[in-house]
C-alpha cells in the first residue's frame, strides 16, 4: 500500500473528494510515536526536532475508498476528543487545510483555525500529511496491535 503525500490545496480538494469529505465516517483508531526512548543502561534519547508522528484509520460507509489512513508528521498539536456517553461517533464531515506551512485536519468542517477551541472537537495540525486506501481494513479488528491480557498485568 503505497503513501501518497499531500502538498498543497489542490491535492486536499482531490483527497477530500475522493473520501467524500469524511460524510458518515469515524474515527477507528490511532497510533502515536516519536523518537525519544530510554535504552537497558537507562540512558535517555531526546529528539530536538519536530519528530512526533500519528497514524490514523478512518473507516466510513461507501463502497469505494471505504477505509483510508492518515500519517501526520511533525506533529504541531494534537487533540483528540471522545464523543460524551451517549453521543454516536460519527464523523458527518470534517475541515482538511494548508495553512502558513501546516495541514489541520478537524473532525468539523465548521472548525476555525482562529478560534481552534470553540467547540470540544478533535483536531490535529502537522508539517506533512499522506493517505493511502487501505479499503481492506474494514470491521472490528484492530490494525495496530491488540493488548493481550497477559500484556496489561
Not at 501546516?102 to 502537522?126: C, K, M, N, T
Request: aromatic share 14%; with cysteine; charged share 25%.
Amino acid at each position: 500500500m503505497k503513501w501518497n503525500k499531500l502538498n498543497d490545496q489542490i491535492d486536499i480538494e482531490n483527497f477530500m473528494e475522493l473520501f467524500g469529505g469524511f460524510h458518515d465516517s469515524c474515527l477507528k483508531e490511532l497510533y502515536m510515536w516519536n523518537e525519544n526512548s530510554v535504552d537497558e543502561n537507562f540512558s535517555m534519547s531526546m529528539s530536538i526536532h519536530l519528530d512526533t508522528c500519528v497514524r490514523v484509520l478512518f473507516q466510513r460507509q461507501a463502497p469505494e475508498h471505504s477505509a483510508i489512513e492518515l500519517l501526520f508528521k511533525g506533529i504541531t498539536q494534537f487533540h483528540i476528543i471522545p464523543r460524551a456517553e451517549g453521543q454516536d461517533s460519527i464523523i458527518y464531515g470534517s475541515k482538511l487545510m494548508f495553512k502558513e506551512g501546516l495541514f489541520y485536519w478537524a473532525e468539523d468542517e465548521e472548525w476555525q483555525i482562529d478560534q481552534p477551541f470553540l467547540r470540544p472537537r478533535s483536531w490535529i495540525s502537522a508539517k506533512e500529511l499522506f493517505w493511502r486506501d487501505v479499503s481492506s481494513w474494514m470491521g472490528q479488528e484492530q490494525r495496530y496491535g491488540v493488548l493481550e491480557e497477559k500484556d496489561s498485568q
